[in-house]
């Protein structure tokens, strides 16, 4: 028995899980038990300028006589994580005495930038931060949209890392940087001292060349954007470093512990604990965001592709992540943290039971749109989407809750069609795994719209990805990404759901519904 820690860092909560590969009746299996779960989310923080002869920031407003308050920026609490990292991996010490190894993987896009002595000059801005409003036309005007895209094959998100590192022109911070590190490598350079890319990750940024692996320098060149800031790529799957001493200490874990790099890119991880058995599968890697797609061998290029905003990110074993960002159950969390505020009833479950209880498709909006994007007042951007489809806004919270819910299948509907056409590729079942797998009525309404068989599970995809690729590096496990996914699978409890089910819509009103969100 070879136990690993595998740190999976989500926008709602970070977890460190212990995954213990285990031999079974008909092989080897993983066995997941989390052993930290801690918070995150974003923390909004306004520049203070201090003194008579502080200057202000674009947008700043006056603070008061000698000091001048910036823009907040949303930020993440980066020491906060890994404090959290820190704790699960003594906790996952103290569980199984000695780890076989580390991986952590997380969101895309967001860095620290690290300054000439190595230190992390500030948080992590947040991807939903502001400061990146109107970048991707000032980029565009010196790399176009088409020859951005035929070089990096990634979708146009105003958070990609290109347009955060463009639109932090000029800043102080920016000047005095000489590395940025993605969120899973600046955590993982803490822990060993070895600074590197991984290239799943990698793949996000918008500055990696999409078909042979390696940084776009050119690009970044003509942006503006320092090359001397991207470190080393390394492959998922490979040894990053040894934890060094003064951490192992800490954490009190005797023999020398690895860090093993993974499919650092959180859904990189998840789409290698989808549990396939055939090679015809679409996923939905359904949390915060729903990431909603085939596993290519090549990248699609072209302009219908880029058109649709379809990514190509990299996956492991040299696989491409064909898919697109469905805007995900971040509706629904910021609903219901309003209604929190609000005083109003906010339990999920019950919620979800009043949902069902809707009649489908009633209100239907594009739920990708950009509005959706920042934090705020969902149910009022739900409300003004539907009234400028023609629509009746949804009154109850239970008729918002479905709103939300018939949208996002509708949203899976139409990437998975999309993503068959686009490809050339044939799809019999969709596999849904992540958080959204708890979501009955949602994994209902996604095998009824896009008219497939849903498999749902696991829940924790990206966490399972992480210690299959782990182990497979530490030699526990061989083979191919299939094999991987052969152990995975074993003992997940998946559960199967028919198009075509009770109380649901039917071909004919989807395409309707279609019709009616996407005007
Ligand atoms: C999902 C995810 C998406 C990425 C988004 C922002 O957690 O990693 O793949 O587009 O977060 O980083």
Same mark, same amino acid.
């Given at each position: 028995?070879?136990?690993?820690?595998?740190?999976?860092?989500?926008?709602?909560?970070? #977890?460190?899980?212990?995954?213990?590969?285990?031999?079974?009746?008909?092989?080897?299996?993983?066995?997941?038990?989390?052993?930290?779960?801690?918070?995150?989310?974003?923390?909004?923080?306004?520049?203070?300028?201090?003194?008579?002869?502080?200057?202000?920031?674009?947008?700043?407003?006056?603070?008061?006589?000698?000091?001048?308050?910036?823009?907040?920026?949303?930020?993440?609490?980066?020491?906060?994580?890994?404090?959290?990292?820190?704790?699960?991996?003594?906790?996952?010490?103290?569980?199984?005495?000695?780890?076989?190894?580390?991986?952590?993987? $997380?969101?895309?896009?967001?860095?620290?930038?690290?300054?000439?002595?190595?230190?992390?000059?500030?948080?992590?801005?947040?991807?939903?931060?502001? #400061?990146?409003?109107?970048?991707?036309?000032?980029?565009?005007?010196?790399?176009?949209?088409?020859?951005?895209?035929?070089?990096?094959?990634?979708?146009?998100?105003?958070?990609?890392?290109?347009?955060?590192?463009?639109?932090?022109?000029?800043?102080?911070?920016?000047?005095?940087?000489?590395?940025?590190?993605?969120?899973?490598?600046?955590?993982?350079?803490?822990?060993?001292?070895?600074?590197?890319?991984?290239?799943?990750?990698?793949?996000?940024?918008?500055?990696?060349?999409?078909?042979?692996?390696?940084?776009?320098?050119?690009?970044?060149?003509?942006?503006?954007?320092?090359?001397?800031?991207?470190?080393?790529?390394?492959?998922?799957?490979?040894?990053?470093?040894?934890?060094?001493?003064?951490?192992?200490?800490?954490?009190?874990?005797?023999?020398?512990?690895?860090?093993?790099?993974?499919? $650092?890119?959180?859904?990189?991880?998840?789409?290698?604990?989808?549990?396939?058995?055939?090679?015809?599968?679409?996923?939905? $890697?359904?949390?915060?965001?729903?990431?909603?797609?085939?596993?290519?061998?090549?990248?699609?290029?072209?302009?219908?592709?880029?058109?649709?905003?379809?990514?190509?990110?990299?996956?492991?074993?040299?696989?491409?992540?064909?898919?697109?960002?469905?805007?995900?159950?971040?509706?629904?969390?910021?609903?219901?943290?309003?209604?929190?505020?609000?005083?109003?009833?906010?339990?999920?479950?019950?919620?979800?039971?009043?949902?069902?209880?809707?009649?489908?498709?009633?209100?239907?909006?594009?739920?990708?749109?950009?509005?959706?994007?920042?934090?705020?007042?969902?149910?009022?951007?739900?409300?003004?989407?539907?009234?400028?489809?023609?629509?009746?806004?949804?009154?109850?919270?239970?008729?918002?809750? #479905?709103?939300?819910?018939? $949208?996002?299948?509708?949203?899976?509907?139409?990437?998975?069609?999309?993503?068959?056409?686009?490809?050339?590729?044939?799809?019999?079942?969709?596999?849904?795994?992540?958080?959204?797998?708890?979501?009955?009525?949602?994994?209902?309404?996604?095998?009824?719209?896009?008219?497939?068989?849903?498999?749902?599970?696991?829940?924790?995809?990206?966490?399972?990805?992480?210690?299959?690729?782990?182990?497979?590096?530490?030699?526990?496990?061989?083979?191919?990404?299939?094999?991987?996914?052969?152990?995975?699978?074993?003992?997940?409890?998946?559960?199967?759901?028919?198009?075509?089910?009770?109380?649901?819509?039917?071909?004919?009103?989807?395409?309707?519904?279609?019709?009616?969100?996407?005007?």
């Amino acid at each position: 028995m070879s136990a690993f820690a595998a740190v999976d860092l989500g926008a709602s909560s970070g #977890r460190v899980i212990v995954g213990r590969v285990v031999d079974g009746v008909d092989g080897p299996r993983a066995a997941l038990h989390e052993v930290n779960r801690f918070p995150n989310g974003p923390v909004r923080v306004p520049a203070v300028v201090g003194g008579a002869s502080g200057s202000s920031t674009a947008g700043a407003q006056t603070g008061g006589p000698g000091a001048t308050t910036g823009e907040a920026t949303l930020f993440w609490d980066v020491l906060h994580l890994y404090r959290g990292v820190l704790d699960g991996l003594r906790a996952a010490t103290r569980e199984v005495g000695t780890l076989a190894g580390v991986g952590i993987d $997380s969101w895309a896009v967001d860095h620290g930038l690290l300054d000439a002595d190595g230190r992390l000059l500030g948080n992590p801005v947040h991807y939903r931060d502001a #400061r990146t409003d109107g970048i991707p036309d000032k980029a565009f005007a010196t790399v176009p949209a088409a020859e951005l895209y035929a070089r990096t094959g990634l979708q146009v998100q105003p958070f990609n890392t290109v347009f955060q590192l463009v639109a932090a022109q000029g800043t102080a911070a920016l000047a005095a940087a000489r590395q940025a590190l993605l969120v899973p490598d600046l955590l993982g350079a803490w822990l060993t001292g070895v600074p590197v890319a991984e290239v799943t990750n990698a793949s996000t940024t918008g500055l990696l060349d999409a078909t042979n692996r390696t940084w776009a320098l050119d690009v970044a060149d003509r942006l503006g954007i320092d090359t001397r800031l991207l470190p080393p790529l390394r492959d998922p799957g490979v040894l990053l470093g040894h934890v060094r001493d003064d951490v192992r200490a800490d954490v009190g874990h005797h023999a020398p512990l690895p860090v093993w790099t993974v499919g $650092s890119h959180d859904t990189a991880s998840a789409v290698v604990a989808v549990p396939a058995t055939r090679p015809d599968f679409a996923y939905v $890697s359904c949390g915060t965001w729903s990431l909603v797609g085939l596993e290519l061998d090549a990248p699609v290029l072209t302009e219908a592709s880029r058109a649709a905003n379809f990514t190509n990110e990299a996956g492991v074993d040299g696989t491409v992540r064909y898919l697109k960002n469905v805007m995900g159950l971040w509706v629904l969390q910021e609903t219901l943290r309003v209604w929190n505020e609000a005083g109003l009833p906010a339990d999920l479950p019950d919620l979800l039971a009043a949902a069902s209880q809707v009649p489908a498709l009633t209100t239907v909006v594009d739920i990708d749109a950009p509005a959706f994007l920042p934090p705020g007042d969902m149910p009022a951007r739900l409300a003004a989407a539907a009234a400028r489809t023609g629509q009746t806004p949804p009154q109850t919270q239970a008729e918002v809750v #479905r709103c939300i819910l018939d $949208s996002l299948a509708l949203a899976y509907r139409r990437a998975v069609r999309q993503a068959v056409s686009l490809s050339g590729r044939d799809v019999q079942v969709v596999h849904v795994v992540g958080g959204g797998v708890r979501n009955e009525l949602l994994c209902r309404l996604t095998a009824d719209a896009t008219g497939l068989p849903v498999v749902a599970g696991p829940v924790e995809g990206a966490a399972l990805g992480n210690v299959l690729v782990q182990a497979r590096a530490a030699g526990v496990l061989s083979g191919s990404l299939a094999d991987l996914r052969t152990v995975g699978a074993r003992g997940l409890d998946l559960r199967r759901y028919e198009p075509g089910g009770p109380g649901m819509p039917g071909a004919a009103q989807w395409s309707a519904a279609e019709a009616r969100a996407f005007v």
